[in-house]
């Protein structure tokens, strides 16, 4: 237990919470300032500061023990960031380097699972990356579907899975390729040895987790505004993403990607077009300005490797429009003039590039998709 006069008496006077909240004050600022001068962006923006501070909240005060950690959910449909997958089913827990861990589970039928260990976190300074990596065809599974993985620094018999000593969480990822069909595997974390359960709320330790969850907060914003303004120095261009970027915020090994920011007047479309490589999966979304992806529970923002419409020589073609042009691969703007957008090669034997370029809505109408860009 932590034992910092001055931050338990912050909990006492209330200046944690004072300082929690202005910290939070000065990231709305930003918000205001990195953004265009339109509702709906500005709404989204600080909907998307809520939702990190909600984001904050959990993984620092509620689900923060690495001595009882909770597998729980950072990402889904109403929290996103970082051009969060429509496909994958995100789930985190604490951990901490010196400890050992179990995960159990039941494999289900979901088409790609990936669980890794990382270090380091968004807004605060040091190393940052990912310290062990297991996939499910790594997995030795039982014949019902049940397996078990060990987590530790040092090697354990049958599935292990490497800590670094400065291990801090376990991030899964289980992607769709047919979502009606799929069934996520189910999963459950322990640490090896607990005995009883955790002690009550510490003051200092509960001061020092409001810092940690401004701070998460904020950095998320801070790093991925980064990102879409570099890519929108390049409107309309999907280019590769930096492989030491990726790993630094804690991107699964295993996917390669084409980040950009598009941004489209009336009466235009984005048309993308790529010649896919062999590989496990990939997918193609549409964000908004702050790297969310679009509303992808109600309107067709993204589609993957099972769902697009390919031509005779293999190759597909996306449309992105406000309005349907009653073309295959059309993916709707939803309401949006602009946003970030990622494409995900998925353990691919090749990383073709795909081929961008903006069109009158009228032409396609009028000629429908044209031939290879």
Same mark, same amino acid.
């Given at each position: 237990?932590?034992?910092?006069?001055?931050?338990?008496?912050?909990?006492?006077?209330g200046r944690a919470w004072s300082e929690f909240c202005r910290d939070l004050e000065r990231a709305g600022a930003l918000i205001l300032e990195r953004s265009a001068h339109d509702p709906l962006?500005?709404? /989204?923006?600080?909907?998307?500061?809520? *939702?990190?501070?909600? &984001?904050?909240? +959990?993984?620092?005060v509620e689900y923060a023990d690495p001595l009882a950690p909770v597998l729980y959910r950072p990402v889904h449909e109403t929290q996103k960031y970082g051009v969060d997958n429509p496909d994958s089913y995100y789930q985190w827990a604490a951990l901490r380097g010196d400890c050992e861990y179990r995960i159990r589970g039941h494999r289900g039928t979901i088409h790609y699972l990936g669980l890794g260990t990382y270090y380091g976190d968004y807004g605060r300074e040091g190393r940052s990356g990912c310290g062990g990596y297991l996939e499910a065809d790594q997995l030795e599974v039982d014949a019902d579907g049940a397996f078990e993985i060990r987590l530790s620094q040092h090697e354990q018999p049958g599935?292990?899975?490497?800590?670094?000593? /400065?291990?801090?969480?376990?991030?899964? *990822?289980?992607?769709? &390729?047919?979502? +009606?069909?799929?069934?996520?595997?189910?999963?459950?974390?322990?640490?090896?040895?607990?005995?009883?359960?955790?002690?009550?709320l510490d003051a200092t330790e509960f001061a020092e987790a409001l810092r940690s969850a401004s701070a998460h907060a904020t950095g998320t914003l801070e790093i991925f505004l980064e990102w879409g303004e570099r890519w929108a120095q390049h409107p309309n261009e999907l280019r590769e993403h930096d492989v030491?970027?990726?790993?630094?915020?804690?991107?699964?090994?295993?996917?390669?990607?084409y980040m950009g920011y598009w941004t489209l007047g009336e009466g235009e479309a984005l048309l993308v077009q790529a010649d896919p490589p062999e590989c496990d999966y990939w997918n193609f979304e549409l964000c908004n300005h702050?790297?969310?992806?679009?509303?992808?529970?109600?309107?067709?923002?993204?589609?993957?490797?099972h769902e697009a419409t390919y031509a005779a020589d293999g190759s597909f073609t996306l449309?992105?429009?406000?309005?349907?042009?009653?073309?295959?691969?059309?993916?709707?703007?939803a309401g949006h003039r602009r946003g970030g957008m990622g494409l995900r090669w998925v353990k691919a034997d090749a990383?073709?590039?795909p081929r961008t370029r903006v069109v009158?809505?009228?032409?396609?109408?009028a000629k429908g998709l044209p031939g290879r860009l």
């Open positions: 237990m932590s034992s910092n006069p001055d931050l338990a008496e912050s909990v006492l006077d962006e500005r709404a /989204e923006g600080l909907r998307y500061l809520s *939702r990190m501070t909600r &984001l904050g909240l +959990e993984r620092y599935n292990w899975l490497p800590m670094d000593p /400065e291990t801090t969480a376990l991030i899964v *990822r289980q992607n769709y &390729l047919d979502r +009606e069909n799929e069934e996520i595997a189910r999963l459950s974390i322990e640490r090896v040895g607990r005995e009883g359960p955790p002690p009550p030491a970027t990726k790993q630094a915020a804690h991107g699964d090994p295993n996917i390669f990607f702050w790297l969310e992806s679009l509303d992808y529970r109600y309107q067709q923002v993204a589609l993957n490797k449309v992105i429009a406000h309005d349907d042009p009653g073309l295959p691969n059309w993916i709707t703007t990383y073709p590039a009158a809505l009228s032409e396609l109408l």
